[in-house]
């Protein structure tokens, strides 16, 4: 094993019907209440308790209309729809923890760097350096619609305009403002030095940026950056800037070869393949016993909700699976929706192939990544397997039911992880990155946001635009 922990994240997401539909009819599941906010509070607690690393938010704008044609699944069975902004959750989470990491999904097809730059300064302000953003380019034309275009741009030119995104949140955030530009003199009357603030001057094809970031230095300036792309393009642009991969796949061998993948090209950039944390998607379904688990994962199955789950796969893969029957094989379609998503099922596991009942089933718990059920002994066993095996560093942890699954992890898989010496006991820094990757808050030195930091390059910076 690469590593010498298994670092762990709470997969979440502002609304009622995340990754398993239809278990908000579950008399133990309280999704309902994510509009209350002792509900993030008292997760908050939860999982610094079980020293996760971060609890992380997903977001989707847009509705789920590709199954049937309609939306009228989704919404009746709450597929992630109604959903609320991930953001306004974090200092309520923050103001409760000390160590617990918060990443927030934003798709920079819909957010503009400029604002969404201060937006990040401010909860990594609140946070005091505890902000990771996943970002994501989005995938469904019901959001494109709703902001003035008939469809969604490409799905590779939405990378394109995400690298531009990126190098204007980089200067923004690393190259704005020196570390030493406030000063808070109140005997010169001076809050911070106009000297050291600089403007950025960016023009370039999809955005015009001249001016000066308008927050002072937050403790890491920029977010810790996840990122959960899994196609050819995706998985380029995660090897030039994510520091985490999320990624979600059913089997090892398509684990696997996701993350070879992921880490041949981010050594071909000149990047320290270790150095890219890897989260693997994974809902554990925990008993004291494996009779009682098993009886769990029953009981939950008796909840799924078919329509749902192929409401929020047809999302996903852009195929509207009401026009196969149920015991077709899943067909590869090329769309412009998430490659990952039929990929995977039609192409990355040869001696295997899905049909839609079956892909139906498997979405029906835990979205794209793989349900374990047994003991805490059973599911540690499983995750030291996908370490060793699958290459991965660390776990997205999906719930059947909230906050009942991350309770029971917590209070029975994270003392045995910690009793195989897998999972640490003490945080060992404030900071996300500082926890994630151990010593400074502030990106690595070889990562491609770093060059524009202020002391390497203010003249650089000024001499190229
Ligand atoms: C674990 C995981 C979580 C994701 N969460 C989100 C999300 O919250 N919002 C979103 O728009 N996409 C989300 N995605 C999808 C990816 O961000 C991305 O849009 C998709 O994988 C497209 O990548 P690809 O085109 O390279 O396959 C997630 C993917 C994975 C594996």
């Known amino acids: 094993m690469r590593h010498h922990r ?18 908000w009819t579950h008399p133990d599941d309280e999704a309902h209440r994510y509009t209350d906010i002792d509900y993030w509070a008292d ?14 938010l997903a977001d989707v704008l847009g509705i789920y209309d590709v199954y049937q044609g309609t939306r009228d699944a989704a919404v009746r069975d709450a597929v992630q729809v109604p959903v609320n902004d991930p953001m306004f959750v974090v200092p309520v989470m923050a103001q409760v923890t000390k160590h617990l990491g918060f990443g927030v999904t934003a798709s920079v097809s819909y957010e503009h760097p400029y604002i969404f730059a201060r937006r990040m300064s401010t909860l990594d302000h609140l946070t005091k350096g505890r902000v ?5 380019t989005s995938y469904l034309d019901s959001a494109a619609r709703n902001i003035g275009l008939s469809r969604q741009v490409s799905h590779d030119e939405r990378y394109e305009i995400a690298e531009e995104f990126l190098e204007v949140c980089y200067k ?3 190259a704005s403002w020196e570390d030493g530009a406030v000063v808070r003199d109140k005997d010169r009357r001076t809050y911070t030095d106009p000297s050291k603030v600089h403007d950025i001057q960016h023009r370039g094809t999809y955005y015009t940026v001249p001016g000066a970031h308008l927050c002072e230095p937050s403790l890491q300036r920029t977010p810790v950056l996840f990122q959960a792309g899994a196609s050819a393009r995706g998985r380029a642009f995660a090897a030039r800037h994510a520091e985490c991969v999320f990624i979600s796949s059913p089997t090892i061998p398509a684990t696997r070869a996701y993350v070879d993948g992921l880490r041949k090209e981010a050594a071909k950039i000149g990047r320290d393949p270790n150095e890219i944390r890897v989260f693997s998607l994974f809902t554990p379904i925990v008993g004291r016993t494996q009779a009682e688990a098993e009886q769990k994962s029953l009981d939950y199955a008796r909840h799924v909700s078919y329509d749902g789950a192929l409401a929020l ?21 090329q769309n412009d929706a998430i490659h990952s998503a039929t990929e995977v099922f039609t192409k990355m596991d040869p001696n295997r192939s899905w049909t839609v009942e079956q892909v139906a089933k498997f979405a029906g718990i835990g979205g794209r990544g793989p349900v ?4 805490p002994g059973v599911i540690a066993d499983t995750m030291e397997k996908w370490v060793n095996e699958a290459d991965v560093d660390g776990f997205n ?26 999972v640490w006991t003490e945080y060992a820094s404030d900071t996300l990155r500082g926890n994630l990757f151990g010593g400074s808050s502030r990106l ?11 002391h390497d390059d203010a003249t650089r910076l000024h001499e190229a635009t």
């Open 6 to 23: 298994i670092y762990l994240n709470a997969f979440e997401m502002n609304c009622v019907g995340h990754q398993s539909p239809g278990l």
């Open 43 to 56: 997760l908050a607690c939860t999982l610094e308790r079980g020293r996760f690393d971060a609890v992380f």
């Open 397 to 422: 942890i999906g719930y059947a039911v909230t906050p009942g699954t991350f309770v029971d992890f917590v209070d029975l898989v994270v003392p045995e992880l910690q009793h195989r010496g897998l």
């Open 444 to 454: 690595q030195p070889h990562h491609p946001g770093r060059q524009y930091h202020l």
């Open 372 to 375: 374990v059920v047994g003991t």
């Open 172 to 174: 923004l955030w690393e």
């Open 132 to 136: 990771g953003w996943n970002i994501v």
């Open 313 to 333: 796969y047809g999302g996903w893969s852009g195929v509207d699976f009401s026009k196969y029957a149920a015991d077709e094989n899943l067909r590869y379609v």
